[in-house]
């Protein structure tokens, strides 16, 4: 059930990542296992594995996802108020002009156990924008910059295109909205807006 993709993987350099994880995911008062499998190249972790104990020695292969890269994963095990812990895995989502080091943001996926249909569900996904400290497209048409100071975010947007007011919104990750107005003004070459 191993894909070929990463069968070939684990045959030319790939290995299983040496940081297991063991919680107790399904509620059974039983450990399992979360697996990470290494490309050992740039694309990282590629595959990730959950397995359940059965009776004896015998581990069940619950979940599979063959279709990574560059992966993280963390748990969240069983406890009296959640009796079925979670996986939540992440991967990097990269804008036009991000670098392979500092992706714009990362999609965090998040597995619990199912009693009823036997197997790992998921049963959320939410995108979490990376705070950048610089971001210009490639055509140009503007650059971000964004500073921390005194536990708030100052975002700077330069321009050499878009003259006016524009709408620039925010979103927390609690996902509470707050959009507000603003006017370009003159910088030395193009617009310029501090917010």
Request: charge should be positive; charged fraction near 30%.
């Amino acid at each position: 059930r191993v894909s070929d993709y990463v069968k070939s993987r684990l045959r030319n350099g790939g290995f299983v990542d040496r940081h297991i994880r063991y919680a107790d995911l399904t509620g059974e008062g039983k450990t399992d296992a979360v697996v990470l499998v290494h490309s050992g190249t740039s694309a990282g972790r590629i595959g990730l594995y959950i397995f359940s104990a059965g009776r004896g020695d015998i581990l069940y292969l619950q979940y599979r996802n063959q279709r990574l890269y560059r992966a993280s994963a963390r748990t969240r095990p069983a406890s009296d108020e959640r009796p079925r812990g979670a996986v939540i895995y992440r991967q990097p989502i990269w804008d036009q002009g991000d670098r392979l080091c500092c992706p714009g943001a990362f999609r965090d996926t998040e597995l619990r156990w199912s009693r009823r249909a036997r197997r790992f569900k998921v049963v959320d996904r939410r995108v979490i924008d990376n705070v950048r400290p610089r971001f210009c497209r490639s055509d140009g048409d503007y650059c971000i910059a964004a500073r921390r100071r005194k536990g708030r975010i100052y975002l700077s947007i330069k321009t050499t295109v878009y003259r006016g007011t524009s709408l620039l919104c925010v979103v927390a990750p609690d996902g509470f909205k707050d959009c507000d107005r603003f006017s370009f003004g003159r910088a030395r070459r193009g617009a310029r807006a501090d917010t």
